[in-house]
């Protein structure tokens, strides 16, 4: 029998782990640009991005959603957009509660109303194919999600029998969901495994059923158009019957677009391949039931008028989307870059549509539409506070990895002056080059630099620690004196011997750690795995002695399975009721909370690795400070699009029960209580499967998959309760509570 004890630890720690209010919630903070207060600040910036519009919460207005691919790991972000003003005269706020309401999606979504209920619903990448979840509804600031296909699946006919497969869809491009047949339900193209022709799938819900409610699909078309695609050329009726001599020539993907462009009720489509800088558009010069590309050009949106506007065409290749969101009725083209590391400040295009007539003109109107009315420093973003003017208030710098300008990624911080007052600050940008450093190291291999404030020299004034190009720290001194504003005139370069030869994207933060009034210093790394360098000074220039073996098994790392090797870890460590704390960003997104040992040689114990439920995109680097003077800690966290998002004491969520909305559990388990086996129903073979005790142990069982169920032994564990955790290959992320008795 289970003793109460061990019930009462587990209903502790299930509260502390599911159900805990934190003292943080996401709240807006006041950023000025030139002289100008932006509308979206700490939306989190963005690199490369879908945009889609839909009356997301049914108040008979269009909204819009952006899913951000912020980073290379290839898991992105959701981002919402409220119309509070009208359909006509939009007016939009950010909406953070809602943008968590999606489920973690990687590669790409797609966002149409499938069913004709008025409701967005979403398409996803998974390996190899398209996942679907139907839109339930707007409840309590968030949408119901229904995963209704964990795959799409088509019928091909065959000479002999009928054969139903998954349609299969590249992760480096997205498909065109869109009514090609006129029929009123939504169709699908998407560039099969040889990626040369555009498969063609008919939904046949309407003439099966005679209703748009089903996701019925059959296999319509090898070759789409007519048409074959290799390395950024389109060759014309070039099929695989007799064609250009591209059938042994392959590519990765391509995204695609249909819509009809010149007025003729025949989709046209607008394709991105991923190894191509410039879109490529394609006239159907067939008809809906005989489609057939006419024309192509790679000068578009110039088509057919010449030097019209500016050319699709970025430096890494781009991607489009339509959505109408300036409320004029008519869709407007989004393009942002493929790759999210390149164009990564200047990277959300906005051409509008100025015809007339039901065909389309499109004329370029922005290059930051959106991204300019965000905190946005280019890619893979860390803030952190430092008063540098000596005024009593904590200002702001922000590292990144870097912002392409004119294909060269140079490493830039930002520096925002907090020209408020201690209880409400504002951010007025003052400088995007702080302290001319993208100059200072303009001739090295650096294509990143981080910084962190701390008095490593114990004079009574706050130091630089800077990380260049992810393998090399540098000290730039202080000689302002205690009270006095920074004055950064000594830049010493590798002065501790810090320094790897490689990238180990360095995460430096200061913090005196052996209470010995000499700040430390501790380094993430891109292994998830931290150094600590003790402050070793004994007079004159600091000194710092790397101790060997610190942090054992201390690691801020996603699965294995899903992200690799990389963590890409982030601390923020601090002390409080003589304990010492770390928050640790990482690969994930997520934030994990440890308590430290007092001996850097003794193991940390992980508390949470979702601290606040905070996810703003991958790539997470938390900064956990009192920022609005009420002395309650506050959240700042950068994130893989460059931009960041404030979690305050203060904000008005403070208090409500938030969840870990990437880990919906769409499956069933039973019987659980458990005794030897338990049979999880989740139709999605290849996932990993593990059990992590109150105490944080984890436990790996014997578990197979058969006919839509795996069965997990459980004989091998302790009675007791225990969280069973199941990732996905395709990376969604699901956990329930179970009880093991005998």
């Known amino acids: 029998m289970i003793r109460i004890q061990g019930v009462l630890l587990f209903l502790l720690n299930l509260i502390y782990l599911f159900g805990q209010t934190y003292g943080v919630a996401y709240d807006t903070l006041t950023f000025i640009h030139n002289s100008q207060l932006i509308k979206y600040s700490t939306a989190g910036g963005l690199n490369s ?15 819009f959603v952006i899913f951000e691919l912020g980073g290379p790991n290839k898991f992105g972000a959701y981002k919402c957009f409220l119309n509070k003003g009208t359909a006509s005269q939009p007016k939009y706020e950010y909406d953070y509660r809602l943008s968590r309401s999606f489920p973690l999606t990687q590669n790409w979504a797609v966002i149409t109303d499938y069913n004709s209920d008025g409701k967005p619903d979403l398409f996803v990448s998974v390996t190899a194919g398209i996942r679907a979840f139907k839109n339930l509804g707007y409840q309590n600031g968030e949408i119901m999600w229904k995963l209704e296909k964990n795959m799409l699946m088509a019928i091909y006919a065959g000479p002999t029998n009928t054969l139903l497969s998954n349609i299969y869809a590249s992760g480096f491009g997205y498909p065109a969901i869109y009514d090609l047949d006129g029929d009123g339900d939504l169709d699908l193209l998407s560039f099969g495994p040889t990626g040369n022709f555009l498969d063609a799938f008919k939904n046949i819900s309407k003439e099966t059923y005679n209703h748009t409610d089903s ?17 950024c050329y389109a060759g014309l009726n070039a099929c695989r019957s007799g064609g250009d001599g591209l059938l042994s020539k392959r590519h990765a993907g391509a995204a695609l677009v249909a819509y009809d462009h010149d007025g003729n009720s ?32 790679v000068m578009f949106p110039n088509y057919p008028v010449k030097n019209s506007t500016r050319r699709l065409r970025m430096f890494a290749g781009c991607k489009s989307t339509l959505a109408d969101i300036n409320g004029d009725g008519k869709k407007e083209l989004l393009v942002t870059p493929s790759i999210a590391e390149f164009e990564n400040k200047w990277s959300v295009w906005r051409y509008n549509n100025i015809s ?18 965000m905190v946005d420093a280019g890619f893979m973003a860390r803030p952190v506070l430092i008063d540098l003017d000596a005024d ?20 830039y911080i930002h ?9 409400a600050p504002v951010f007025s940008l003052v400088s995007s080059n702080f302290l001319n450093l993208a100059t200072a190291f303009s001739s090295t291999v650096s294509t990143s630099i981080y910084v962190c404030p701390g008095d490593i020299d114990t004079d009574g004034d706050d130091d ?4 260049v190009g992810g393998r090399i720290i540098h000290w730039y001194e202080n000689t302002a004196g205690a009270g006095m504003p920074c004055n950064f005139s000594q830049l010493h370069l590798n002065p501790f011997g810090i320094q790897s030869s490689f990238d180990q994207n360095y995460q430096p933060f200061v913090f005196d750690y052996d209470n010995d009034n000499k700040p430390d210093l501790i380094l993430g790394l891109i292994s998830g795995k931290f150094l600590f360098f003790k402050n070793t000074t004994t007079s004159g220039m600091p000194t710092f002695s790397q101790v060997p073996n610190a942090f054992p098994q201390t690691e801020a790392d996603g699965d294995y399975f899903v992200y690799g090797n990389n963590g890409y870890s982030c601390p923020y460590i601090w002390k409080e009721n003589n304990q010492i704390f770390m928050l640790a960003g990482n690969t994930t997104g997520k934030i994990y909370r440890y308590q430290m040992p007092s001996m850097v040689t003794a193991s940390a114990t992980l508390i949470d690795s979702s601290f606040a439920f905070v996810y703003t995109g991958t790539y997470s680097t938390p900064w956990y400070e009192d920022i609005n003077g009420d002395g309650k800690r506050d959240l700042l966290v950068g994130n893989s699009a460059g931009g960041i998002t404030f979690f305050s004491s203060l904000s008005p969520f403070v208090g409500i029960k938030e969840e870990d909305k990437s880990n919906r559990e769409f499956f069933k388990i039973f019987p659980n209580p458990a005794h030897d086996e338990i049979l999880l129903e989740l139709d999605e073979p290849n996932a990993k499967v593990y059990f992590t005790g109150v105490d944080g142990k984890i436990f790996n069982p014997d578990y197979l998959f058969q006919n839509g169920k795996y069965h997990i032994k459980t004989n091998f564990l302790p009675d007791g309760f225990y969280i069973l955790n199941l990732v996905t290959e395709s990376g969604i992320y699901h956990r329930a509570c179970i009880v093991r008795h005998p």
Request: net charge negative; charged share 15%; proline share 3%.
């Open 464 to 467: 630089l620690i800077l990380s």
């Open 392 to 411: 009593g208030k904590k200002d702001l710098l922000i590292g990144t990895h870097g912002t392409y300008s004119n294909g060269i990624r140079v490493p």
């Open 356 to 373: 007339t007539t039901p065909t389309v003109n499109w004329q370029f109107s922005d290059s930051a539409f959106i991204q300019s009315q």
């Open 415 to 423: 520096y925002y002056r907090n020209v408020g007052s201690v209880s």
């Open 49 to 63: 991005s879908l945009f889609y519009d839909g009356d997301f919460n049914q108040d008979g207005k269009k909204d």
């Open 266 to 297: 025949t989709p046209d489509l607008l394709l991105h391949d991923i190894g191509c800088n410039s879109a490529m558009f394609l006239l159907n010069g067939g008809n809906v039931s005989t489609p057939l590309i006419t024309d192509t050009t």
């Open 215 to 231: 996701l019925v699909f059959q296999h319509w078309d090898y070759c789409w158009g007519k048409f074959s695609e290799y390395n």
